[in-house]
């Protein structure tokens, strides 16, 4: 697994997650553009890293959480490991994961959030003086970061008039689409920002696509399509660290389809479902919610037939068998926590390239 807990938050709160260096690492993007100047009171400037790694590979760190110190603290960077590499520090503090501020999170689900990232995650990090000079100081830590820096994925169904959206770009340039789009139309109803520009088309890359290739993929896309999209904002924030903006740091809130959070308390007859293994569409093995019984705790909560069980009691089952997911369910004797999705949300995010949901 990418990731071994180590640890509880028992004693002195101490490793919850060790992100392992695997010598096979042989990933070598460019580390991005760092700034360390000082505002005069001794505060310097948030550091952004994106790592990326192999199936079998890991990030060559450990987050902490400490008695005595505040934040999500960086430790035991691994010597010539993939953080270090990138230039991540013992004692830098975590503030934010794929654009989310996490500060202020509980230190598990902050773990969870790099977890859910799979194999790339985008890190904002602040040295260990900086960030504690900035809450001496009383800083608001959350408006030193960029606003937003995660593109968007916006589902959009044609109707009498079209998508919505026009695309220009520069002649005999490939790659290179802005998108105008229809007032109230289905692009903006979809979310898509006017003047932003247009990174994946059903999960594939344009970077290749001339404006006749594009027309086609659009035609041939026929009731609904999927665009990856970035404003000129975005897009400037990863040109100039020399980064692709990627759909897995996708504003996904703007999407039709959401996960699903069922709390239930066992009753007499049990919780009143069955969990199954099967194959997911994507070819991998899943764990899906069936029989579900009418009036026990299970419908009572929401659960449809056909449910895809992602996570137990705040905890991805990324990597688990089916024995062991029962295991979680049953570990606490009169309720649980679990996060789904439904067949058609599952498929959709398979499709677009989302094989770990990041929720």
Same mark, same amino acid.
């Given at each position: ?11 002195? $709160?101490?490793?919850?997650?060790? *992100? ?32 990326? $790694? ?58 969870? $959030?790099? $977890? ?24 608001? /830590? ?20 079209? *998508? ?5 770009g520069p002649e005999g340039t490939k790659g290179t689409f802005q998108l105008s789009v229809q007032q109230d139309g289905p ?9 932003? =520009? ?31 999209? #970035? ?17 897995? /740091?996708?504003?996904?809130? =703007? ?13 007499? #007859?049990?919780?009143?479902? /069955? ?14 919610? =069936? ?9 009572? #909560? ?8 992602? #996570?137990?009691?705040g905890e991805s089952i990324e990597g688990l068998d089916h024995q062991q997911t029962v295991l979680r369910i049953r570990a ?15 498929? *959709?995010?398979?499709?677009?390239? *989302?094989?770990?949901?990041? =929720?």
């Amino acid at each position: 697994a990418a990731m071994k807990q180590t640890k509880g938050l028992e004693g002195d $709160k101490k490793s919850i997650v060790k *992100f392992e260096f695997n010598p096979k690492d042989g990933i070598d993007n460019p580390a991005l553009s760092l700034t360390e100047d000082t505002d005069g009171e001794g505060v310097g400037e948030p550091r952004f890293y994106l790592l990326s $790694k192999g199936n079998t590979e890991t990030f060559g760190f450990c987050l902490h959480e400490e008695l005595g110190c505040q934040g999500h603290v960086i430790r035991q960077v691994e010597l010539g490991g993939l953080a270090q590499r990138r230039g991540l520090q013992d004692g830098d503090r975590l503030l934010q994961v794929n654009g989310h501020f996490v500060d202020h999170m509980d230190h598990r689900r902050v773990v969870q $959030k790099i $977890k859910a990232s799979g194999n790339q995650v985008l890190l904002a990090v602040l040295d260990g003086d900086s960030y504690e000079a900035a809450k001496a100081l009383g800083r608001d /830590l959350s408006q030193m970061l960029p606003a937003d820096i995660r593109p968007r994925l916006c589902h959009i169904m044609r109707d009498k008039s079209g *998508f919505g959206f026009g695309v220009s770009g520069p002649e005999g340039t490939k790659g290179t689409f802005q998108l105008s789009v229809q007032q109230d139309g289905p692009a903006e109803r979809a979310g898509v920002p006017p003047g932003s =520009w247009l990174l994946e088309l059903n999960g594939a890359s344009v970077r290749s696509y001339s404006h006749a290739q594009l027309a086609r993929k659009l035609k041939q896309s026929g009731s609904k399509v999927t665009l990856l999209v #970035a404003t000129s904002a975005v897009e400037e924030f990863y040109r100039l660290r020399g980064l692709r903006v990627m759909a897995a /740091l996708a504003d996904t809130s =703007w999407l039709p389809f959401k996960v699903r959070e069922l709390h239930m308390v066992k009753g007499p #007859a049990g919780y009143g479902f /069955l969990l199954k293994e099967d194959d997911c569409s994507s070819g991998a093995t899943g764990q899906f919610l =069936w029989d579900v019984d009418a009036g026990l705790p299970a419908e009572q #909560a929401g659960m449809k037939e056909g449910d895809r069980l992602l #996570a137990v009691n705040g905890e991805s089952i990324e990597g688990l068998d089916h024995q062991q997911t029962v295991l979680r369910i049953r570990a606490h004797d009169d309720q649980v926590t679990l996060l789904v999705i439904d067949p058609a949300g599952d498929e *959709f995010y398979q499709s677009v390239g *989302f094989g770990d949901l990041v =929720w």
